[in-house]
């Protein structure tokens, strides 16, 4: 009985990642990150924002109001 081996010197097959660790690095580094500073600046501007509109809707209804009674008086 004559038993032939082939060999493939080419190929290889990984079984196992042994480079995991590498590539945990990787998808970390990959996060997009954003500045804290960005962020409080936007909350800032927002709550500024917000008081505008209520002084605004106050005062329109502080006028409104006063037009309402003003007219009922005369």
């Keep these: 009985m004559i038993k032939l081996s082939v060999k493939k010197n080419n ?9 995991n660790s590498n590539t945990k690095d990787l998808d970390i580094d990959l996060i997009k990150t954003t500045n804290v500073n960005i962020l409080l600046n936007r909350v800032r501007l927002d709550k500024k924002k917000m008081f ?13 109001v006063g037009s309402i009674i003003i007219l009922t008086i005369i």
Excluded: A, D, E, S
């Excluded at 505008?52 to 409104?64: A, D, E, H, S």
């Design 11 to 19: 190929q290889t097959i990984p079984i196992f990642n042994i480079n």
């Design 52 to 64: 505008r509109k209520k002084i605004f809707f106050v005062t329109l209804l502080g006028i409104l």
